[in-house]
């Protein structure tokens, strides 16, 4: 996906979401660390009254698939209650870090909380969710690029890759002989 065609649609969400929360004040969260890019584009195009805030989670597992066991490593430091809520992610793949994260958000009793995400992957679907804005669904291939990395490198890449399955095949070899625990969810894992 070249940059070009990521920032198109990304202003096609702000102007989407602007429509959808005219006259509200919207809160965004950010799930760290690969929204990072994604929600400071997307803030760009959002004409409504925002704030913003981050969380970033860990879901253990292997490097590419989320077990949904949930640990946060970083909450919100506003409140939520009452507040129109948007959760933005860069790519949701299985759904169980992002269900994690919506039955906890709920029960921090917001006005409304809904899910905007760059990339999805169908084909990884594990859970059916509500994911109100999607940027666009991609098959079951890695991705880096755009937030998206690997081993915390590729995140600075202004568009998304799709790494080779030998590649991939290589980094999961590495990381169970090293022991490894992946890091933030919502990269291809979530």
């Known amino acids: 996906m070249e940059a070009q065609e990521l920032q198109r649609r990304v202003a096609e ?14 809160f965004m969260m950010g799930v760290l660390k690969g929204a990072v890019f994604f929600v400071a584009d997307l803030m760009r195009h959002i004409e409504v009254a925002c704030e913003l805030d981050f969380m970033a989670v860990s879901s253990y597992g292997s490097l590419t698939d989320s077990s949904g066991v949930v640990r946060i490593l970083k909450d919100l430091d506003s409140s939520i209650e009452g507040r129109d809520v948007l959760i933005v992610e860069d790519i949701v793949d299985s759904g169980l870090t992002l269900n994690y994260l919506l039955r906890n958000l709920r029960a921090r009793a917001p006005r409304s909380l809904e899910v905007c995400a760059l990339l999805v992957k169908p084909a990884r679907r594990k859970i059916d969710l509500p994911i109100r804005y999607v940027g666009f669904e991609i098959p079951n291939r890695f991705v880096v690029g ?15 890759a799709a790494l080779e399955p030998e590649s991939a095949a290589r980094r999961d070899a ?3 002989v090293a022991g490894a625990v992946p890091g933030d969810s919502g990269r291809n894992a979530a």
């Not at 969400?13 to 919207?26: F, N, T, V």
């Not at 755009?146 to 202004?158: A, E, I």
């Open 13 to 26: 969400l702000g102007e989407e979401i602007s429509r959808d929360y005219a006259d509200r004040e919207l």
């Open 146 to 160: 755009y937030g998206l990395d690997l081993d915390q490198r590729y995140r600075n890449l202004p568009h998304v």
């Open 174 to 176: 590495l990381h169970a």
